[in-house]
């Protein structure tokens, strides 16, 4: 009695592997236990030098390393991708292949019928998401799977229109006999996936058909107009507006849905465009990439705009441009260099995830059949790694063929290992932050937004105040696990153009998680301010904030410019614009970080109260909006008199002006700063985007000061 209570003891101390059971083998009457910690799957193209793809290899023709360490692979599996119905029957039987010394299914099944090929989905509405094999098997054996997404945020009508019909005449005339189709849509801030991988082809051209009516459901009577739900920013959305983060976190939560999946994957993503500007997140793009890298998918972009030709003046959808620039070419050249930014982000996409960009084309389903020809055939090999710590590292992996045998070999370079975090350290803790802010794979689990302006303190020094706000829904997460309080920990670094680091911060923010203030959090940002002294030049800034009850991180990385304002001639020298909804008493900001070293010498501080940039730009009516800003006048020994207003245009048209403000005094003696400061009430504005523009005019000198940036007035 007693051994076999023992001999249960052990079966239940047995760790289980990321959702893999224990193996249980039998040799010679005795149990063996092993327990895979950790499987890497491994999707290899190995192509001849003709661009074949070389068939016939097994588990002796590779070797795999991880860190230089050799590694025993556990399967070996070929997907044969046919183009015609023919090449699809003359498969290979399994018998004609050479057994695996292991099985070949992921969980070490015994039942080899689980790698058999799943018949397709015949209904794929009733599928709502994209449904991995049981027991990690491979579910789609020599299918070539196909992502159809649409970003219907970025994309007008007459767009869509087009990537749908591009989508029909793929889905009718060109979708091979080995094509699995899943369709995907990011709409009303949250990815849906319409059908999941099929090929019947009258269920997929059903789903489009109610896209391009807009009456689709999803399997619980809901259309999709009246979905109010976001997995994007707080509730008011005004972490949504500007940032094309929204649009490449909801691409990375699509690959994410597909990584269950071990075979490879194309991802074709219609949009308009998709351009980054200098409020927008390079950290989110980097970390998109690669999580499609991780999940072994590669992104085929489509310009839905199909081929442009922008009339040089204008067209009849808006007014003819005027001033000087609408001769000298300027306005011209704007345009056309507008619109290839655009398209950038959408390249930078493909290429680093060794998918294609198709720009330029009215016939989209060009696109999409090139995406699938380009997907060859590939090995699919695994692995369980000897690297079994959850710390979160970077594992380089390589692929390599063994003999005599010359071949391409493309695969995934390597993966990130999981990490827990509720078992680290102190030191782990501090480590870990220290290392993701070192990372060529940022982490984004927490929204962030931030703002970097600049302001003269002399002829050679430049403050530079940093504004970030983190929806208060992120803390969410560590009130529900219970957590009576939280710290987000702060951690970045400022390099200069050559990599050199010039400043850094290293910050903790301590809220307290009462059922008062988690209330208060589900709809309040969370601000911190800080500030760098630094001289005129180009930099990058990459900034981490963590929860610490959670281990939460979000990234945020930009470029930014401080000129050299000595030698502005032809215009009035000026520093950052601030706009701002908030002017609060120093020591009264709730969950902000007091910075009491920078604000002796910020100028957003006046009379005791502290100017909070906005950062994401949206006002309620509600509120009034603040502007702030300087003018610098270099020679001048007391305020020459300026004369500056703010206006607010929208579709070209001029919607509101403020009176001119003169400025006959102000003057710092050191900096030579003019401040301006401006109140604008917005309850008389209607609900919508304004470009919002301050002119400064100096009339003794006979110069001027253009500023112009876009804003959002919600109710």
């Not at 998918?355 to 695994?382: E, H, P, Q, R, V």
Request: proline share 5%; net charge neutral; with cysteine.
């Amino acid at each position: 009695m007693k051994r076999i209570v023992f001999a249960l003891l052990i079966v239940l101390c047995i760790p289980v592997a990321q959702g893999f059971s224990p193996v249980l083998a039998q040799t010679q009457n005795q149990p063996i236990f092993r327990s895979g910690t950790r499987l890497i799957v491994e999707n290899v193209i190995v192509k001849d030098k003709s661009g074949n793809p070389v068939e016939g290899l097994t588990a002796k023709d590779f070797t795999v390393t991880e860190d230089g360490e050799p590694q025993a692979i556990t399967f070996v599996e070929y997907q044969r991708l046919a183009t015609t119905e023919a090449q699809l029957k003359l498969r290979p039987t399994e018998a004609s292949a050479e057994p695996s010394t292991v099985g070949r299914d992921f969980s070490r099944a015994a039942d080899d019928a689980q790698l058999k090929l799943r018949p397709a989905d015949t209904n794929p509405a009733a599928a709502p998401q994209i449904s991995a094999a049981p027991n990690g098997a491979i579910r789609y054996r020599d299918r070539r799977l196909i992502v159809l997404y649409f970003d219907l945020t970025a994309m007008p009508p007459n767009d869509q229109m087009r990537a749908y019909a591009a989508a029909q005449k793929f889905i009718d005339t060109q979708m091979d006999p080995a094509a699995l189709v899943a369709i995907m849509v990011f709409q009303g801030g949250a990815v849906k996936v319409k059908s999941d991988f099929t090929d019947n082809h009258a269920a997929l051209q059903e789903v489009i058909v109610r896209l391009i009516y807009n009456d689709d459901l999803d399997g619980d009577g809901i259309p999709d107009t009246l979905d109010v739900g976001t997995a994007f920013g707080q509730d008011e959305a005004e972490f949504n507006i500007f940032n094309t983060d929204r649009q490449l976190s909801a691409l990375q939560t699509a690959v994410g849905m597909l990584q269950p999946l071990p075979e490879q994957k194309s991802l074709i993503y219609f949009a308009s465009g998709l351009r980054l500007n200098g409020v927008d997140n390079q950290a989110q793009l980097r970390a998109t990439t690669n999580a499609a890298l991780r999940a072994n998918t590669t992104i085929h972009s489509i310009d839905a705009r199909g081929l442009v030709a922008n009339a040089p003046m204008g067209d009849a959808t808006r007014q003819s441009p005027g001033g000087i620039s609408m001769f000298n070419g300027r306005a011209a050249g704007d345009q056309m260099a507008g619109f290839q930014r655009s398209q950038d982000t959408l390249y930078a996409l493909a290429k680093d995830t060794g998918g294609t960009a198709m720009f330029d084309y009215n016939d989209l389903s060009l696109g999409i059949k090139k995406a699938a020809d380009s997907m060859a055939s590939y090995y699919i090999i695994g692995y369980y790694s000897t690297h079994t710590a959850t710390d979160g590292k970077f594992h380089k992996v390589k692929v390599s063929l063994n003999g005599d045998l010359a071949a391409d070999v493309s695969y995934r370079q390597g993966y990130f290992a999981d990490k827990t975090f509720a078992k680290f350290t102190a030191a782990d803790k501090e480590r870990q932050l220290e290392e993701a802010l070192m990372l060529d794979n940022p982490v984004t689990d927490i929204t962030i937004a931030m703002e970097v302006n600049y302001f003269q303190l002399n002829r050679a020094e430049y403050f530079v105040p940093l504004a970030v706000k983190i929806p208060g829904s992120e803390l969410v997460l560590a009130r529900r696990g219970g957590a009576t309080r939280t710290l987000i920990d702060f951690i970045g670094e400022v390099k200069d153009d050559y990599g050199i680091t010039i400043q850094n911060v290293r910050d903790k923010l301590d809220i307290k998680i009462s059922d008062a203030t988690a209330a208060q959090l589900a709809k309040r940002p969370i601000q911190y301010e800080t500030g760098f002294t630094l001289l005129p030049g180009k930099y990058v800034i990459k900034f981490l904030a963590r929860d610490a009850e959670t281990g939460r991180i979000g990234t945020f990385q930009t470029a930014f410019t401080i000129p050299n304002l000595n030698r502005e001639e032809k215009r009035i020298p000026i520093s950052s614009v601030v706009l701002s909804s908030q002017r609060i008493p120093l020591g009264d900001a709730l969950f902000s970080v007091k910075k009491d070293a920078a604000d002796t010498v910020n100028p957003l501080v006046h009379n005791g109260q502290k100017l909070f940039p906005s950062v994401t730009r949206v006002f309620s009516k509600n509120r009034g909006l603040y502007v702030f800003m300087q003018a610098y006048e270099r020679g001048a020994d007391s305020t020459q008199p300026l004369v500056a207003f703010v206006a607010f245009y929208q579709g070209g048209l001029k919607m509101y002006q403020t009176a001119p403000q003169a400025v006959v005094d102000g003057m710092d003696s050191r900096s030579k700063a003019v401040p301006l400061r401006f109140d604008v009430p917005l309850s008389g504005f209607a609900s919508g985007t304004y470009d919002c523009q301050v002119t400064v005019l100096d009339a003794t000198e006979q110069k001027a000061a253009f500023w112009r940036a876009p804003i959002v007035v919600i109710p």
